[in-house]
């Protein structure tokens, strides 16, 4: 948005900025009035072309398969580890995700 088109609109509009939301006001010297839309405070002044300038960023993805293939076995190994301790039957569908998650380690 630009000084003219910020000029032609109401004197308060919803943006973000850095990841938070503010009411802004227009202070007439190019600068925003960044208001905090919950409590209404005053929080900074900012130029019309930082706020055009913000990045977004992308939502986060996935996380990557060998790191959830790692940290899956670790989970897998410490459940037999307790339950051999506490000497229990350990599950054989435990056991298959074991050998496969080390086969696919190797």
Do not use: C
């Not at 109401?10 to 973000?16: E, H, M, R």
């Not at 130029?47 to 913000?54: L, S, T, Y």
């Amino acid at each position: 948005m630009t000084q003219e088109q910020f000029d032609k609109r109401d004197s308060k509009i919803a943006v973000s900025y850095k990841g938070k939301y503010y009411m802004t006001g227009n202070n007439g010297h190019g600068l925003v009035d960044l208001h905090d839309m919950l409590t209404g405070m005053f929080v900074i002044n900012v130029r019309i072309e930082d706020i055009n300038k913000q990045k977004t960023k992308p939502p986060i993805g996935l996380k990557p398969k060998f790191i959830h293939n790692e940290e899956r076995f670790n989970d897998v190994q410490a459940a037999i580890m307790r339950y051999l301790w506490d000497n229990r039957k350990i599950p054989i569908e435990w056991i298959t995700e074991y050998n496969d998650l080390i086969t696919e380690q190797v």
